[in-house]
């Protein structure tokens, strides 16, 4: 039996509103969807940035969204933060109309925030995770080198990911503030992962969910950040500054 091919029903980029469209078109639609958290109950939405703290966020955040429903959800939704199909309690934009989309993602109704990081140790992280054990986020960076991921060294890796736009770049070590929107969407707040432990009074605020501190569920982590001087010459510091240029001016590294 043939199974019937379903329409794209993806909206046309003229039926998104101005904001809404501007976003889509700097990341594209499917990493709107996937990086875009929004709680309609306590307004605010959360942009996640990958390897940088998106984890430990999904987690408390979707936690507290699934306790709506019952300790089942909360289960699922900490042990699989990032399983955005059967355990993901927050609303996507492609569920909302488009006239509300926009309102999530411009009125002052709704908190908008994010979490960034670094962007050396953010790099490496990913470099260490999905290059080093060679997933599926290494293939294009394998086949442009011509060499198996296992032999891929950070040099040739900050490479190829400097000739790339930033809508080309995995999400895992795309600019952070071409990823999130940084000037289109109007953000309330970039918090530092690195400040994130003395940061969930400024996240309870945000998200309007009061003793933050008390609930929120930490996950594992890749330690790049203490590899950062095992694995940096000055030279790839430079470089990473060089490809990362905004996000260290804009968020203040």
């Not at 043939?2 to 809404?20: F, K, Q, W």
């Not at 942009?47 to 699934?66: D, I, N, Q, S």
């Not at 962007?119 to 999905?130: I, Q």
Request: hydrophobic share 35%; aromatic share 8%; proline share 7%.
């Amino acid at each position: 039996m043939n199974t019937p091919e379903l329409p794209d029903r993806r909206p046309a980029r003229s039926d998104l509103g101005p904001v809404t469209r501007e976003y889509v078109k700097s990341v594209g639609w499917r990493s709107v969807n996937m990086h875009t958290h929004i709680s309609l109950v306590n307004k605010y939405v959360y942009v996640e940035v990958p390897k940088a703290g998106c984890g430990t966020m999904k987690a408390t955040l979707g936690g507290l969204e699934a306790a709506r429903k019952g300790p089942g959800l909360v289960q699922r939704v900490q042990e699989a933060p990032h399983n955005r199909i059967n355990a993901t309690p927050f609303v996507k934009p492609f569920q909302l109309p488009s006239d509300m989309l926009e309102e999530v993602l411009t009125s002052s109704a709704y908190r908008r925030f994010t979490v960034v990081r670094d962007p050396a140790p953010r790099v490496l992280s990913g470099y260490l995770e999905k290059i080093g054990q060679g997933l599926k986020q290494s293939e294009p960076i394998v086949a442009a080198l011509g060499v198996p991921a296992s032999a891929i060294t950070l040099e040739q890796f900050l490479d190829v990911i400097a000739a790339q736009d930033s809508r080309e770049q995995d999400p895992h070590w795309r600019r952070q503030a071409d990823h999130v929107g940084w000037g289109i969407l109007d953000y309330n707040d970039a918090i530092h992962l690195e400040q994130l432990d003395t940061s969930w009074d400024r996240v309870s605020d945000l998200t309007d969910i009061p003793d933050l501190r008390e609930t929120f569920y930490c996950r594992n982590s890749t330690g790049a950040s203490a590899k950062v001087d095992e694995y940096f010459t000055p030279e790839l510091h430079d470089r990473v500054r060089s490809i990362y240029a905004r996000d260290y001016e804009v968020f203040g590294y």
